[in-house]
């Protein structure tokens, strides 16, 4: 059975919907426009806000995971590409998350920027961002409670990470000239020093990746609800 959950574990995974999961729990346990469930004693652990929804599996029932995702109708679910097969949500194009042990020692010097100037910088080809207003607040609300990380140099490069407990994950890197997007990666690992780090990622941008150390785990992808599913 899956239930309405007011407390959420901290999962010590190498999962980006674990992390993602316990991101959000850390940053909005008390908002009740964000929810959680578990299904059953912990197969699978479901968050949603604002219609977006992430899927954690582990022995999940997924005829059940199945009739419980097509009811509540998300615009869009997260997950590892096998549970989105299951569960009749094949996603338009692969994720691969790749991780490696965030052991740069060090701190390169970021640029102090505005929350719309750090959009900006993130507002590329590429990268699906929110609408502005939603993602100033929910920035902010994660960088002020210490969950999140900013690197950024004025009209080059920024990127952002979401954490939880021992684990990050980046929610966004973009660099407007090349070289850049290194010295960012370099940067945020840096600042997140001793972490296990995580990153999703499309494959046109994974040989970037696996350059700067990182492996890949396993495939994800983000399943997207179009016009003729609503």
Known sequence: MITLVNEIPHFENLSAEAVKINCLYDS????SSVMFW???DGKAY???TDGNMIIFSIEPDFEELSTFVSVLNPACVFSDLETLKKIDKLPPEN????YRKADIEGETKSDSISSKELYGLLDVKGLSLPEYPY???DYCKRLNSGKAKYFAIKNK??????NSGNYAIINGLASK???YG???????LQKNYGKNFLVCCRDSVLGFYQKNGFKKLYNAGYWVKTNECK
């Open 135 to 137: 993602f100033a607040v």
């Open 46 to 48: 479901i968050s949603m």
């Open 182 to 188: 290194s010295i960012a990666l370099k940067a945020i």
């Open 157 to 162: 490069c920024a990127v952002i990470t979401f």
């Open 95 to 98: 994720i691969n998350v790749v």
């Open 38 to 40: 578990a299904q059953d």
């Open 177 to 179: 000239e090349k070289g």
């Open 28 to 31: 909005y346990k008390n908002d």
